[in-house]
């Protein structure tokens, strides 16, 4: 298999003008133009094994899983192999073999009754809960655990609910990341009190300093669009409805996801899709009433 190098800039050194070509079968580095071989020889970077399936793969890797901050021990536990022998393959000693049990059930001891350990379990299987509910990228959670992990530290998570601060640190890591999820999405995942994850999120704010972008109303879109299949034509017009909207700056102070219900439904009206107040409120999670309201707003100020 031969592959051309994908940086513009790795030009043959002799002619200045073919680009350096790689051969993976026989290691060769050579120009495309006149045919100059740079090396002979290529590093191979992956494994010296092979496997053809997931089972030999987790025999023969000898590296373990990479470390993750939604793991209450961020994935560094240690392990005491229950098999008494040594590295060798000899049986141990019976004096060895009594000081490893101990070992082993003061290791289970520690990594387990901690409070802090405790906590963390409690609040990262939470977390990952709502991960699978609110289908949410792995960058998004490992920031949410971050901010959590943020808030042990301060003696936030004292006196009030593990849920519903996970559930406001998860809903911070989404508004810090421009993910679009609301406030009514993550009451409706986690089964909290929609004021008590708000109190916990302006806690989180307050107390650790952290600075949230505004929500940009054209990435709700996409969401809203998906959900009941609107066509991309439509989708499209949409978001220039936002995009004039913004330069115009109608949108500020409104709710983004309310905003752009309205841009798709005033999008629909104008391309002749055959959609209703209704079916957008329910599918951008708001009332009609938003929707009929920011419609008007936008249909007066733009002249649409």
Not at 204 to 230: F, H, N, W, Y
Request: proline share 3%; charged share 30%; net charge positive.
């Amino acid at each position: 298999m031969v592959s051309k190098a994908k940086n513009p800039k790795e030009l043959c050194p002799r002619c200045a003008q073919g680009k350096l070509v790689t051969d993976n079968e026989s290691g060769e580095m050579f120009c495309s133009k006149c045919g100059f071989v740079m090396s002979e020889k290529l590093q191979e970077s992956g494994p010296e094994w092979r496997s053809f399936t997931q089972d030999e793969h987790g025999d023969r890797a000898r590296a373990g899983a990479p470390t993750s901050l939604t793991m209450h021990d961020m994935g560094l536990a240690t392990i005491i192999n229950p098999i008494n022998k040594d590295a060798t393959g000899k049986p141990l000693s019976a004096s060895m073999k009594s000081t490893i049990e101990r070992l082993r059930t003061w290791d289970n001891r520690s990594q387990v009754h901690e409070p802090v350990d405790r906590n963390f379990r409690q609040a990262f299987s939470e977390l990952n809960r709502l991960k699978d509910k609110l289908a949410i990228s792995d960058a998004v959670i490992e920031k949410a655990a971050y901010i959590y992990r943020k808030a042990l530290d301060k003696g936030l998570v004292r006196g009030r609910s593990i849920s519903a601060l996970m559930a406001s640190a998860l809903y911070a890591a989404c508004r810090d990341t421009e993910t679009p999820r609301n406030l009514k999405d993550v009451e409706q995942a986690a089964n909290i009190k929609r004021k008590d994850i708000a109190r916990c999120y302006r806690l989180l704010i307050k107390e650790l300093d952290l600075k949230m972008p505004v929500t940009d109303s054209i990435q709700c879109v996409a969401r809203i669009a998906s959900r009941i299949g609107i066509a991309e034509k439509t989708k499209r017009y949409a978001v220039n409805v936002l995009k004039q909207a913004q330069e115009n700056e109608v949108s500020a102070g409104k709710d983004p996801m309310g905003l752009a219900a309205a841009a798709l439904y005033l999008s629909c009206v104008k391309n002749g899709e055959d959609k209703t107040q209704r079916d957008i409120a329910e599918a951008a999670n708001v009332t009609e009433v938003t929707i009929r309201n920011r419609y008007k707003g936008l249909r007066d100020s733009l002249d649409l």
